[in-house]
Nanobody
C-alpha cells in the first residue's frame, strides 16, 4: 500500500498562486495513476486533476481548467498541483489520491482511488 503526504497549502489572496506537493512512499510510484481532489465542509469531494503513470496524459475538472496544472516527478515520488489565479471558491481541503496500475478510466470518481493523503488546507481570501 502507498502512503501519501500532501504539503504546500496556506492562506493567500485572490489572484495568487500556490503549489501543492504530494510525496508517496511504500510502493513503486510509477505504478500509480495520481489525482487531486478537494472538499469543502459538508460538501462532496470534488475532482480537480489527474495524471497518468508516466505523465503522458492529464485531466482537469471544469472549474480549474486553464488555471491549475498537474505534474509528477517519478524520480522524486512526487505529484504536484500548480494553482494559479486562485479564487475564493477554490478554498477547500485538497487531497492527493492514488490508483494502482490504472489506465485512468473513471479518473474523476472518488471510489476509483485506492489510497488517500490526509489533506492540506487552501484558503483564498477576496
Amino acid at each position: 500500500q502507498v502512503q501519501l503526504v500532501e504539503s504546500g497549502g496556506g492562506l493567500v489572496q485572490a489572484g495568487a498562486s500556490l503549489r501543492l506537493s504530494c510525496v508517496a512512499s511504500g510502493r513503486t510510484f510509477n505504478r500509480y495513476f495520481m489525482g487531486w481532489f478537494r472538499q469543502e465542509p459538508d460538501k462532496e469531494r470534488e475532482f480537480v486533476a489527474a495524471i497518468s503513470r508516466f505523465g503522458v496524459s492529464t485531466y482537469y475538472g471544469d472549474s480549474v481548467k486553464d488555471r491549475f496544472t498537474i505534474s509528477r516527478d517519478n524520480a522524486k515520488n512526487t505529484v504536484y498541483l500548480e494553482m494559479n489565479s486562485l479564487k475564493p471558491e477554490d478554498t477547500a481541503t485538497y487531497y492527493c489520491a492514488a490508483r494502482y496500475m490504472s489506465s485512468g478510466s473513471g479518473y474523476y470518481a472518488v471510489a476509483a482511488y485506492d489510497a488517500w493523503g490526509q489533506g492540506t488546507q487552501v484558503t483564498v481570501s477576496s
